[in-house]
């Protein structure tokens, strides 16, 4: 694994990685966000560099320092978070999402504060839908053979809602997360299953991000295609 010395099983592959989350502003002081930290996302840009793959990290309010040897851009919502990754993708072998892209943004943008009104109650946020990056990048591959992974975190029935999101996304591996207290969201561990879409199923036992994303990059070396598509 990535603490050995490495096997190069990436060298000459081209990684785009989203990471963090992104942030929907209301006004120039307010957004709705999550609370993904961008760990993930980054130990999968680390382990990528250490097998020898050209790195993107297209980080979405993460405030991790950039790692060595990758190409960092910064996101902020999920719209710009398309646009990296479509400006990317064309030249990607694979490409991981694992940032948590906002569903729904609000309709408008308030160029000043929102501020109170003396003796009135709140305006409603309405909202509306974001685009889905994974699923458009899934069903519009920009280069033959390309890999696509997704994430998901799911609170019941973790392998079934898994299998359908699977197929509802269209990607070919997607890897599920169960969450819980001491894991996911701004843990330096995590647990998972890799969910493929030839059927394949490979459970990651609770540990380091860093070995989740070894697993996540086996299976995406499995499935590539061999030599350059
Ligand atoms: N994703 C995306 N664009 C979105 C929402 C999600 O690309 N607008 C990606 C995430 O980066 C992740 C995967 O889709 O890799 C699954 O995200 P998730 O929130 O679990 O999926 P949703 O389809 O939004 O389902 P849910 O209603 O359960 O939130
Ligand atoms: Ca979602």
């Known amino acids: 694994r990535g603490d050995q010395a490495t096997v190069q099983d990436l060298a000459g592959r081209h990684v785009v990685i989203s990471a963090g989350g992104t942030r929907e502003p209301l006004d120039p002081v307010r957004f709705l966000g999550n609370r993904s930290s961008g760990k ?17 990290l297209l980080a979405a309010n993460a405030t991790l320092p950039d790692p060595a040897g990758v190409d960092v851009v910064h996101v902020g919502t999920a719209v710009q978070l398309r646009e990296a990754v479509l400006e990317a993708a064309p030249e990607a072998d694979a490409v991981v999402m694992a940032a948590a892209v906002a569903d729904f943004r609000p309709e408008t943008y308030a160029t000043g504060k929102i501020k109170k009104k003396d003796g009135q109650e709140p305006e409603p946020i309405v909202l509306v839908r974001n685009p889905d990056i994974l699923a458009e990048l899934s069903a519009d591959r920009p280069r033959p053979g ?11 029935d973790v ?21 819980g207290e001491r894991k996911t969201f701004g843990s330096e561990e995590n647990e998972a299953v890799l969910l493929g879409a030839d059927g394949s199923e490979t459970p990651v036992p609770y540990g380091p991000k860093e070995v989740v994303s070894d697993t996540i990059w086996d299976e995406v ?9």
Request: with cysteine; glycine share 10%; charged share 25%.
């Open 40 to 56: 993930q996302g980054y130990a999968l840009a680390r382990t990528a560099v250490a097998r020898g793959a050209r790195v993107t």
């Open 146 to 156: 390309q890999i696509v992974v997704g994430f998901a975190a799911e609170t019941d």
């Open 159 to 179: 392998l079934a809602n898994g299998r359908k999101k699977l197929a509802r996304k269209g990607c070919d591996l997607l890897v599920v997360n169960e969450v």
């Open 221 to 229: 070396v499995r499935l590539l295609p061999i030599g350059d598509a």
